[in-house]
């Protein structure tokens, strides 16, 4: 356990209060990939940069990035030909690659590399002719992505009450797949369900749900019943954001409440308040959440108590594409 202060602030008086600080939190190995890949493909390329959907689900992450000449769009069709696009962490099927090649984009891949291991799981199930059953929300980015890979073999199951509903051809050939970003209780409730549903489901060869997903998950849980509040810095389009919200009060925090940062945090949450949780989401740059903590000291809590679940070491390489041109010294047009 570790204190971490804001510098330049005082503590007040306490009055028995206390701040647990949840670890880890914050960036994972993937999204700072994929935002280091912007960054380096501005320095490398020269802007404008574009990036095809937002490159993590955090509003001041791409904020920051638009500052430095990135422009965000939706689909390909509004990048010129011949120009520079990234694709986001959360993953693209093979169509957009398709259109890439046709705009003759120069397309640089941030896929998350847990993604693309579920876009290979994808693959190899429906080369084997399995019907595959994807435990995922509907309209986000990686669940479209992963679907495109074999789009008449996959299934979406969004929760538990979904299974009852889900109709196959052969029940005898089928697998799950999961989004990488879920509650990791839901998804193993409605894996539960399907398999009694249908008892010869196979199995990924690994969890599907990313390792920051998880470690972020259990070390809220490990503070959640001893906080009045729970805290969690992210924006509203991020799941497992939002996932880490709903863990808190499954595992008994008696309120919790997601923040795109400390000027959206409500002084009335603290009304007989004595603890509060704080973590954030895996695309949360840590100033976000060193400014709720500041906010906290100026509202009479004391330091924040950091307490670590295990140490994430894992680091990935920059898209094979970026990294051959960083190699070449490419310089701006």
Known sequence: MTETASPGLSTPATGGRQVLL??????????????VTVEKALDTYGAPVYVRKQIV??????????????VFVEELDEVPPGSTVVFSAHGVSPAVHAQAAERDLKAIDATCPLVT??????????????????????????VEGTTGEAPDQITLVQSPADVAGV????PSRVAWLSQTTLSVDETLETVGRLRE???????????????????????IKQIAARSDLVIVVGSANSSNTVRLVDVALESGAKAAHRVDNAGEVDPAWFE??????VTSGASVPDDLVQGVLELLVQHGYPVAQEERLTEESLVFALPPELRRDLRKGAVRD
Do not use: W
Request: charged share 30%.
């Open 22 to 35: 949840a670890a880890p939190r914050g960036y994972c190995a993937g999204v700072d990939r994929a935002v």
């Open 57 to 70: 689900h955090n509003r001041h992450v791409v904020e920051d990035l638009q500052a430095r000449g990135a």
């Open 117 to 142: 291991k579920v876009h290979h799981e994808a693959r190899r199930f429906a080369r084997e002719g399995l019907e595959i059953l994807l435990i995922g929300h509907a309209g986000h980015e990686e």
């Open 167 to 170: 109709e196959l051809k052969d």
């Open 197 to 219: 549903k249908f008892p010869q489901l196979m199995d990924p060869p690994s969890d599907d749900i990313c390792y920051a997903t998880s470690n972020r998950q259990l070390a």
């Open 272 to 277: 007989g308040v004595a603890s509060v949780g």
